[in-house]
């Protein structure tokens, strides 16, 4: 498969929103906008009941929008204005679901062989056809596997021959909605890896679903977070995790501590501002937006940026300090994980192996005010106005 069989995705306004006549309560997502440059590996993160798979199933043209446009190259594949659909079978776009179901009556080849036999856009021969599966199969490390029977595979083989079925008409946009949620642990891990090679090394864009934060950042170009149908923020993995714009994205992509607190001071020239935590403490923190002074945020610190000093030790510049317990410790391995009591707040530290400090000793834990993020408890304003009229 060339570079050039892969196109640029524009979705714009998309929405599609259902709305339960029992409870009225309404699912599905809210005008979302992304532009993928061809190659772009996505990611659609956010809990269950979010909105992702129905995201996913209007771009296949599983579902019918109720407004918005989606465009793939120069083709429209819908249009809620005009009423542009193209069908299904005629946008050339590969997919692998939550529930990856391969056939067990048919061989692995068959499998592979299906959407091309099913094709609206053209027929292929058998010869085309064989060349294709078989390239399929390469690609997904399944060479040798054609006359095997489905039932005769491991999870992770069937996940594959639900890859190479996905891949095998050359699309122009993959689809996968939570492939690997079938697979225990280890192979998950495995298959990740193989996933974003492949991905890299065929060069298609694609969309990928899934609620697990370890797997979008570690997989991703861009990330778009979603929470109750809209799209909270959308970044590349570093600033997803490292400048969240609100609590929700905060909390939800990584370990954080998340505490409240009141702007006590906007920012100064260095992008640091002063808050007071719910226990009364003053600390500097950085804001992602001018905050003014008495507004209710959330201050989020990651567990790796903060550490304890034994009581005593010389106060450093730049760092926040606050007088705690630790009330835990856990071995990792690669990090002891401490939890540190302030006031009635508990804390979780990362920090190096090698560090000892006891159960019940008093320590200072400090984090530098640069790695204290104040964020909106919820969307800002800006991004209500964004999402409000639907
Ligand atoms: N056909 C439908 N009719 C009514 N409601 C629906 C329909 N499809 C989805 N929903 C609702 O829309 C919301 C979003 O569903 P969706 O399947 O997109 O979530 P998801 O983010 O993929 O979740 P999960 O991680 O659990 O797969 C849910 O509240 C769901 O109940
Ligand atoms: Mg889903």
Redesign the pocket.
Known sequence: MSEASTSTLEVSGLSK????SEDG?????REASFSLKPGTFFT?L????????????CIAGL?RPDRGTIRLGDQVLFDGASGVTVPLNRRNIGMVF?SYAIWPHMTVFENVAFPLRVSKDRKYSKAETTGMVDDALRRVGLDGFQTRSSTRLSGGQQQRVALARAIVRQPKLLLL??PLSNLDATLRDEMRTELKRLQQQVGITTIY???DQTEALEMSDLVAV?DK?NVVQMGPPREIYGRPKSAFVAGFVGATNLVRGKVTRPLNGKGLGAVVLEGGEEIACAFQEMLPAGEDIAVSIRPESMDLQPLGAPARDGFNRLKGTVTLSGFLGNMIRYNVKVGGRTFQINMEPETAFEIGSDVFLEFPGSAALGVPWGISGSQKAAVAHT
Not at 17 to 20: D, H, K, T
Not at 25 to 29: E, F
Not at 46 to 57: E, I, M, N, V
């Open positions: 929103i259902f709305v339960m309560i309404a699912g599905g997502i659609l956010g809990p269950s009941g979010c909105g992702k798979t129905t995201t996913l199933r579902e939550q909605d939570e679903v899934t609620h979603i149908g």
